[in-house]
């Protein structure tokens, strides 16, 4: 299969644009050769998987736009709605993910298992660049309708979103802590703010910069 006639034909890539999510002052340098959009400290980057085809992904720069004569607008409505269809998104409690040795923090003395009912994450099926759950204002909304609260948001890594009502906990502070416990590799790290989703108003702000 020619690899550059696939990746050149718009109908092609079209299904196979994805959102990622990366800290933008982190990697600016490499960003700028992209394709993004900024929201709030991070970027919003568009991601091909070529897996299908038996090479390499690649993400989108701006030469591409012009080989496939679209705007950024197309590309990234395209990446929203492979990202966030409704067999790729998932939305669990945080016991159901983590392994049980980091359940319990010696250091705090805090139990997650005590509180799987509180921290959920929402992710991909695959658990691989899930955190693009962030800019899902539809399962967002979902969630804190079935928790009847607005809710913080944890960028724990950029495979997945922590979330927590916020008439639950208050101490923020803590939550920040939990995720940095979880020892977050380099090349994972998303950032240190949290987010808030207020359900009345859907739109996600940052509650509380780093």
Same mark, same amino acid.
């Given at each position: 299969?020619?690899?550059?006639?696939? #990746?050149?034909?718009?109908?092609?890539?079209?299904?196979?644009?994805?959102?990622? !999510?990366?800290?933008?002052?982190?990697?600016?340098?490499? *960003?700028?050769?992209?394709?993004?959009?900024?929201?709030?400290?991070?970027?919003?980057?568009?991601?091909?998987?070529?897996?299908?085809?038996?090479?390499?992904?690649? %993400?989108?720069?701006?030469?591409?736009? !012009?080989?496939?004569?679209?705007? *950024?607008?197309?590309?990234?409505?395209?990446?929203?709605?492979?990202?966030?269809?409704?067999?790729? &998104?998932?939305? &669990?409690?945080?016991?159901?993910?983590?392994?049980?040795?980091?359940?319990?923090?010696?250091?705090?003395?805090?139990? *997650?298992?005590?509180?799987?009912?509180?921290?959920?994450?929402?992710?991909?099926?695959?658990?691989?660049?899930?955190?693009?759950?962030?800019?899902?204002?539809?399962?967002?909304?979902?969630?804190?309708?079935? @928790?009847?609260?607005?809710? %913080?948001?944890?960028?724990?890594?950029?495979?997945?979103?922590?979330? *927590?009502?916020?008439?639950?906990?208050?101490?923020?502070?803590?939550?920040?802590?939990?995720?940095?416990?979880?020892?977050?590799?380099?090349?994972?790290? @998303?950032?240190?703010?949290?987010? %808030?989703?207020?359900?009345?108003?859907?739109?996600?702000? #940052?509650?509380?910069?780093?």
């Amino acid at each position: 299969m020619n690899e550059v006639r696939v #990746i050149n034909t718009w109908a092609n890539v079209k299904g196979k644009l994805f959102l990622r !999510l990366t800290n933008y002052d982190r990697n600016r340098s490499d *960003i700028e050769k992209k394709v993004y959009v900024k929201f709030f400290d991070l970027a919003i980057l568009l991601y091909c998987d070529c897996r299908e085809w038996g090479f390499e992904g690649f %993400y989108v720069n701006k030469k591409q736009l !012009l080989v496939w004569n679209q705007n *950024i607008k197309n590309i990234f409505a395209a990446a929203l709605e492979n990202t966030f269809c409704r067999n790729n &998104t998932f939305v &669990t409690h945080i016991t159901n993910l983590l392994p049980s040795g980091l359940i319990h923090s010696e250091e705090d003395e805090t139990d *997650i298992a005590d509180m799987d009912n509180l921290i959920m994450v929402l992710t991909n099926k695959a658990v691989h660049f899930g955190a693009a759950m962030l800019l899902n204002l539809h399962e967002l909304k979902k969630l804190a309708d079935q @928790l009847d609260s607005d809710l %913080y948001l944890l960028p724990s890594s950029v495979h997945e979103i922590l979330a *927590i009502c916020t008439d639950q906990h208050e101490d923020v502070s803590f939550l920040t802590n939990a995720v940095n416990y979880y020892e977050v590799k380099p090349e994972d790290y @998303l950032s240190d703010n949290v987010y %808030y989703f207020d359900r009345e108003k859907c739109e996600v702000t #940052i509650a509380v910069p780093a």
